[in-house]
C-alpha cells in the first residue's frame, strides 16, 4: 500500500478532489461528516493508543506566522509515520470532524494528514467559517 492509497471514504474524496474529480466543496461535505484522529498528549501510558484523560491537549503547531495549527488525521494509520517525531503524542482520540469544530478555540487553522500526499491545510478564515456555518445549522 502506497502513501496515497485511501484506506477511508475520506481520504477516497481527498484522492478525488487531488485529481479534479471533485471540487473542495464536495471535499469539504465529505470532510463534515467524517471522523477525524486527532492525537493528543497524555501523562499517562496509552492503552491501545486510546486517550483516557478528560484533559487532552491535542498535537498543534505553529505556522509560517505562527498561526495555531491543529494536526488531524483521517485516521489513526495515516498519523503513525508522522507521529513518530511527536513521541509525547501516541494516544489519539477518534471524533467527528463536527465536534472538533465545536470544541476547538478560534483562530486555529487545520492540517490534515501533515506530510502525506493525501492531505490538505485550511487557513484559519475557513475553518472559522466552517465553524459558523455548522453553529448556524446546529440552531434550525
Partial sequence: MTDTTPRNTLEEQLLAAQEGRIDSDELLKTL???QVFMPVQDEKAPVANIQRSTRAQPLVLSGEDDTPILVLFSSPE????FLTDYPGFAAGILEPFQWVL?????GYGITLNPGSELGFDMEPETVADLAASLAATLKH
Avoid: F, I, K
Avoid at 465545536?102 to 478560534?106: A, H, I, K, P
Fill in 102 to 106: 465545536e470544541n476547538m478555540g478560534s
Fill in 32 to 34: 463534515m461528516t467524517s
Fill in 78 to 81: 495515516r498519523a503513525r509515520p
